[in-house]
């Protein structure tokens, strides 16, 4: 439908803008951890990963390899000056509890409301898992989601109500994709940027919805 | 005197029997008793409920459990992985059972277990499968699920150092559920790469007290495993 | 009533004897602090303080003297090797959980049935103060009452019903006396050992209680 | 360049409004802040509500911010003691208002609150006078409260060290109540007699990760102290 549209690394780098200096961010699993590869380097961000440890570094070099320090992936990590290790029950509490600042997501599905569905699809004979997607979703203080905005079908992941199986309701604040970003409220879906030859009309061709145009503000 | 240190795993895993509830520590191969559950294995204990982040990776350990034919069910957060096979042709073919749990109420409910508390009101999976069925209460304004403590007959978890009196150290993320769990089993079996003098543990670093330890059996340094080679 | 009754010291060590080695023990505060004195050295006992330690040891002498290392009683002490210290959410949850075999508390009044009075009396005006209390009387395997079985006044403490402020209900199994031992239950009061001049009918006749003679059992 | 630590008691404390909810760690004296209560004295915020274990004792530290008349509730386990002389006058007067709440109900409240949990069954003070008007629950045969978490405006807490992001230690018994303090407040000040440099902790004995921590402020060793003179 766009002919251009951001690369994920690009998305990932316009993520990383929007993480303040000091902020606590988890970032999830998978493509989310993105973006910190694009943290300006003059802001100090301390990432959470919920299997126990605030400060994590970048991925372990093969020279670095230490089986006892994975991340939530289990993707062999490495720690920062000023790390802290603590049991699953601790590091759960502490996102229950809204102590992180940031938590970026992937997704299946958004509602313009901001339920989020991204642990399974719902189809018969497959195999459920959750890990921590769940906590997650309604912990941190400000929920953001990366994906691309449309499935490989061309169908929008952005949706007035999801299909897949919820992972929480009106839990999501903001979407960054590839061809722009949204903010989300109990008014619904704010398009606040675009990228490329993106515009809000097409946008709302797109996902069938009546996104609030907030691109001039 | 106290001595929570026994030779053998095997006089570790004795008196598990068949249809136990069964805590085993770790966050993927992180933190998971390795060689516990090979004694485990060797024992033969059957038809176990099994307590555990994961599924089983790949074919040794927790997995090598499963396609052992001894476990029944498993309550788990994140069974389906890249090399969770094991479990994948067990649970299609019916095999075992499974119960799905968010991870942070899983650790919330052991924790509960140890804890002493008779159920509490989580924000997590409300509105979602997870919680259909459940009883549910808004809280100023905000909406919870009732979730129940989860306790066990046996908890079998790895820890880096003990003393005998079974104070534990753990090693990085390898941490994770150890020591929830050891608070929330009637017995507690943990493996350790050494015992200590007692004393040589610092009181104020201790993150699992002795109370919560019934046995722990010394395995060697895991800094001399083929795995390991050149970490610190 | 009776001519010859255990001193405090007697009756702390009569409790040291039924403490089992190996065993995990909150002695609360005051009198029952005694009880430390009397544990056989061939046994090793480890103590738990609700302010957050396990393997306390003795009163510290002055020039052992910790601002940072006091018990529950708020007294200093010293540590054992083997000692940990953690916070109060962690020390309670302990208490709670049924970690502790045994805590040997004082009291007010219990009844037939095991239901502790030993923070209030109730009175109009007094200003009421519970600290650790009611953790102690709910948390232990084993909770043991160490009392004077009579006030000054005579009357005795164990009794069909208490009328002071609950501490706990149907929670205390055993309570040592200066005359006397009884085993608590869903039955009632069981004397299972006397001391002194003390009659299982003298004791009916003080407490006014079906008590059941288990002296012989 | 994140640091969490300030220059003055007074800047730390600036923020503290009239009528904020304020909990204040320490056992009695251990673990009391006293520089940040004298510095609070100073600063004169009033119409507070404070959560502490105790209600003072003395005339010092929590005693003199009683005194001083800035306190209206205190929510406490144990406010009379043989030193508890400021309160107990206030107390009669009338001039206090007391919520008193049994130890452990006190920790699991504002553990919940930090944590997350909306409310939970507890069996502390079931049938008691302390339960009264309390919601109750039987719970597989046994017998519960139900309690709210507990959460605060300011946490002011004393540690041992810090480093610049927040990450505490504390010192023996004085622990008490300073990490579940910490987690339960929107902005946590604490005194420490130093910070040090990052790196200098130990990740694996950090007590209260920095996450938890608003501010730090250094007021010096404990040791140099007259009433701490021959303690290592």
Same mark, same amino acid.
């Given at each position: ?8 690394? &690009? #998305? ?31 802001? &100090? #961000? ?29 993707? *062999? /990590? ?5 790390? $802290? ?17 940031? +938590? ?5 599905? /958004? ?11 719902? &189809?018969?004979?497959?195999? *459920? ?29 952005? /949706?007035? &109500? +999801? $299909?897949? *199986?919820?992972?929480?309701?009106? +839990? ?18 704010? #398009? ?7 515009? /809000? ?17 | ?16 029997? @068949? ?9 993927? =191969? ?7 559950? @090979? ?8 038809? =176990?409920?099994?307590?555990?982040? %994961?599924?089983? %990776? ?24 890249? @090399? ?20 942070? %109420?899983?650790? !919330? ?30 809280? %100023?304004?905000? !909406?919870?699920? =009732? ?21 534990? =150290? ?63």
């Amino acid at each position: 439908m766009f002919a251009e549209r951001l690369t994920r690394n &690009e #998305v990932a780098a316009r993520v990383a803008q929007d993480i303040p200096d000091g902020a606590y961010v988890n970032l999830g699993i998978g493509l989310p951890t993105l973006v910190s590869n694009f943290l300006p380097a003059d802001r &100090e #961000v301390i990432l959470h990963t919920e299997n126990g440890m605030l400060g994590m570094g970048p991925e372990a070099r093969p020279d670095q390899l230490d089986p006892d320090l994975i991340n939530a992936g289990k993707i *062999p /990590v490495t720690a920062t000056l000023g790390a $802290s290790y603590f049991h699953h029950g601790d590091s759960f509490a502490m996102m229950r509890g809204g102590h992180l600042d940031v +938590c970026v997501l992937g997704a299946l599905q /958004v509602s313009q409301f901001g339920d989020l569905a991204n642990w399974s699809t719902g &189809e018969p004979g497959a195999i *459920p898992a959750v890990g921590g997607a769940m906590d997650l979703a309604i912990g941190a203080k400000n929920v953001y989601v990366m994906m691309d905005l449309s499935t490989k079908q061309g169908q929008s992941k952005l /949706v007035d &109500e +999801c $299909s897949y *199986p919820l992972t929480g309701m009106r +839990c999501v604040s903001r979407i960054y994709t590839d061809v722009a970003v949204f903010g989300l409220s109990a008014a619904g879906a704010t #398009v606040t940027q675009l990228f490329g030859d993106a515009t /809000v009309d097409a946008l709302r061709d797109l996902t069938g919805l009546a996104l609030i145009d907030g691109t001039s503000a | 005197m106290i001595s929570k240190v026994v030779r053998s795993i095997s006089e570790a895993l004795s008196d598990i029997g @068949d249809g136990s509830k069964i805590m085993i520590g770790g966050f993927g =191969l992180a933190g998971q008793p390795g060689e516990l559950i @090979d004694g485990l294995i060797e024992q033969g204990a059957s038809h =176990l409920t099994v307590i555990n982040n %994961n599924a089983g %990776n790949g074919t040794t350990g927790l997995a090598a459990l499963l396609r052992n034919g001894q476990v029944d069910k498993i309550v788990c957060s994140f069974p389906r992985q890249a @090399d969770s096979q094991v479990f994948d042709e067990l649970y299609r073919a019916g095999k075992i059972e499974l119960e799905l749990v968010p991870q942070g %109420n899983l650790a !919330e409910r052991i924790r509960a277990g140890g804890a002493g508390i008779g159920a509490f009101y989580t924000p997590t999976g409300f509105g979602t499968k997870l919680a259909e069925g459940k009883e549910t209460r808004t809280i %100023n304004g905000r !909406e919870y699920v =009732l979730e129940y403590p989860m306790v066990a007959d046996f908890a079998l978890i790895s820890a880096f150092k003990a003393d005998r009196l079974g104070n534990l =150290l753990y090693r990085k993320t390898a941490r994770n559920f150890g020591p929830i769990m050891a608070s929330a089993a009637t017995t507690t079996i943990v493996q350790v790469d050494d015992v200590v003098a007692l004393g040589a543990l610092d009181p104020e670093s201790v993150v699992t007290p002795g109370i919560f330890v019934d046995r722990v059996v010394a395995v060697g340094s895991r800094f001399d495993r083929e795995e390991w080679a050149g970490v610190r």
